[in-house]
């Protein structure tokens, strides 16, 4: 089996570099030849792993969510499969796939060699993974980047209330597979894995693999009550509050008259955009998982 490593060096805030030696020396025993590969700056996974991914059976991405969102944009539409060791701040598609944080167990899964078809979302050009944010919590990503003093999921808990002190909402025409809303929202969820953001469940019955989005839409509502519905997240228990609007849809058209901001797996997509076709790809890329 053939595999190509591509490490992000400031993943997890610099732990994926600590990493790197222990890592090669592990892979050298279950990937004999196996390539390394570190990136240089922001896209450049996507690059690496688009010139890799016809000469390997498998690209592993070792960092977080980030680094598999630049991994799986440059695999799509190629044969190889991805594989990840994780390393990161947010690991909710880690999670959501069930693949090990403990580097051997990592390396094991995938020297099993049985990936398993994900689907996979677009926006526009681009490919995402694990979810698409559009409204307050694509701000919210925003302001996390500005945070070097705290780790985990506490970076988003901070930006999360950070952001809210300044928000505004958007107004939203959103077409779900030809049915047209438009809804004061507060944010828009198109997930493909159950939760995003370090835990936040927005869309908690998502399935990686049932060929539809879960869309949740949250209606304009006051700050007390975002605050309650954000503890609520982390159990997924929000969906019950009738502000809440959950769908299901393979395709998405988002857009409004004023400037909006959206994320695709916690990676900025812009803050002045205007409109997002959104698709999903039903089993289209080979995931090295326990989904
Ligand atoms: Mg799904």
């Not at 698409?132 to 701000?139: I, M, R």
Request: overall charge positive; some cysteine; glycine content about 10%.
């Amino acid at each position: 089996m053939s595999v190509c490593f591509i490490l992000n060096p400031v993943a997890g805030r610099g732990k994926a570099l600590g990493l790197e030696k222990t890592l090669m020396e592990r892979a050298a025993v279950k990937f004999p030849g196996a390539l390394f590969l570190r990136t240089e700056s922001r896209g450049h996974a996507i690059r690496l792993a688009r010139e890799q991914s016809t000469k390997h059976d498998t690209v592993i991405a070792v960092g977080g969510d980030g680094t598999i969102h630049e991994v799986v944009n440059g695999l799509m539409g190629g044969k190889a499969a991805l594989g990840v060791v994780p390393v990161g701040t947010g690991n909710d598609l880690v999670n959501a796939l069930n693949i090990p944080f403990e580097i051997d167990a990592a390396l094991e899964l995938i020297s099993q060699n049985k990936p398993r078809p994900i689907d996979v979302g677009q926006v526009n050009e681009r490919y995402f993974i694990n979810g698409l944010g559009v409204g307050f919590d694509a701000w919210v990503v925003k302001k996390s980047f500005s945070i070097k003093k705290l780790r985990g999921n506490l970076v988003y808990l901070y930006a999360v209330l950070a952001t809210l002190k300044s928000y505004s909402h958007s107004v939203l025409n959103v077409d779900i597979d030809g049915e047209k809303k438009q809804r004061r929202l507060f944010m828009l969820t198109v997930g493909n894995g159950p939760s995003l953001g370090g835990g936040f469940r927005l869309t908690p019955e998502a399935r990686l693999n049932d060929n539809r989005f879960d869309i949740c839409m949250i209606h304009q509502m006051p700050t007390m009550a975002v605050l309650r519905n954000l503890l609520r997240v982390y159990s997924g228990s929000h969906v019950k509050d009738p502000r809440v609007e959950m769908s299901r849809g393979q395709s998405l058209a988002i857009s409004s008259d004023q400037p909006f901001a959206a994320h695709a797996d916690g990676e900025e997509l812009g803050y002045d955009l205007t409109v997002l076709n959104i698709t999903i790809h039903s089993g289209a890329l080979n995931v090295h998982c326990r989904y």
